[in-house]
């Protein structure tokens, strides 16, 4: 009788309250985990922890000639705020930039004016958005040798053509070292950044455009609105999101400005010193021989990365006030 008392109508209560089998759903979450890890440990090892371990190394006084390091507070950040040097280069880093967005929107802008016009109806749009993103596509070593073959103050092409439009004229042309030179060599850089980056401008403010709707335009052009009077009153003020995010992200991206002026800028030359960049600073501290302080490199980008946090707040703050 003791036995049977484990039956109910037949069924085996110790069977029915057993632990159900697993699904598959969860062999296959398994499975999913397995295929992520690899992304994951990379990601942990290369990404996140450089990210804490610059962090602590900001707080130390860490030098690659030596293996002991020692704890020295908020010292290497007031050293940073306090650097005239370092102050200098965001100054070079921010008159860079700052010629290089208004090239770079400007002719993004023309550009979109062209394309987006009714009565031009120019056909063809991806062909010119593709040749247009091409430089963006190139490596910048490649493009650092290009122009510095172009620029060249002897032989390069740029002051070859400027020498032959003098001659026409019966004048004589003395070569500018572009590159070289203090008050030229920012300049050629900023345009050589818009080079690079107008196609991208281009093609976020082409998208924005192509999200308008049609029916806005019609509308306006039945009572009469001009050319100027569309764009002006239709499409600038739609595209304002759209500009504030290139020109915030544009700005984040200036900020942490390297390859091209360090590629193209020579430490000896009278130009380094208006070319070098907050990057190009830090590099200095962090890598090369002779100056390295790792413990202030570190400072350093930790307060690079507060001035694009800052940045990033304001771009916030203005996207809140928009919408």
């Excluded at 003791?2 to 109508?9: A, D, L, P, R």
């Excluded at 057993?18 to 990404?47: E, M």
């Excluded at 009469?224 to 764009?231: E, H």
């Excluded at 003020?237 to 200036?254: E, H, Q």
Aim: with cysteine; charged share 15%; aromatic share 16%.
């Amino acid at each position: 009788m003791g036995h049977s008392g484990h039956y109910i109508g037949g069924i085996d209560m110790a069977k029915a309250v057993s632990k159900p089998k697993k699904s598959n759903l969860t062999k296959y979450n398994r499975a999913g985990y397995f295929f992520c890890a690899p992304f994951v440990i990379v990601f942990l090892i290369f990404s996140v922890y450089p990210v804490f371990r610059t962090l602590y190394l900001s707080f130390t006084d860490a030098k690659v000639t030596t293996l002991n390091m020692h704890f020295n507070g908020v010292a290497n950040y007031v050293r940073v705020f306090t650097d005239k040097y370092f102050w200098k280069a965001l100054l070079n880093t921010v008159r860079i930039w700052g010629l290089n967005i208004v090239l770079q929107l400007g002719l993004a802008f023309l550009l979109t004016i062209v394309f987006s016009d009714l009565k031009y109806k120019i056909k063809g749009l991806p062909v010119f958005r593709a040749v247009y993103y091409l430089p963006n596509l190139i490596a910048a070593t490649s493009i650092a040798f290009l122009f510095r073959t172009l620029l060249d103050w002897r032989y390069g092409t740029f002051n070859q053509i400027i020498a032959g439009l003098y001659k026409l004229f019966g004048m004589q042309y003395n070569p500018i070292d572009w590159l070289n030179t203090a008050s030229t060599a920012g300049v050629a850089i900023s345009v050589i950044q818009t080079w690079m980056w107008f196609g991208n401008s281009f093609i976020m403010l082409m998208a924005g455009v192509q999200g308008i709707s049609k029916d806005y335009y019609e509308a306006a052009a039945i009572d009469g609105a001009g050319r100027w009077t569309l764009f002006g009153k239709i499409t600038l003020p739609l595209l304002k999101p759209i500009l504030l995010y290139v020109a915030i992200t544009s700005l984040i991206g200036g900020l942490q400005m390297f390859d091209l002026p360090y590629l193209m800028s020579e430490k000896t030359s009278a130009a380094y010193s208006s070319v070098q960049t907050v990057v190009m600073y830090l590099y200095k501290f962090g890598f090369e021989t002779g100056t390295t302080q790792l413990g202030y490199a570190s400072a350093i980008a930790y307060a690079l990365f507060l001035i694009i946090l800052v940045v990033s707040i304001v771009q916030l703050k203005l996207v809140n006030k928009e919408d």
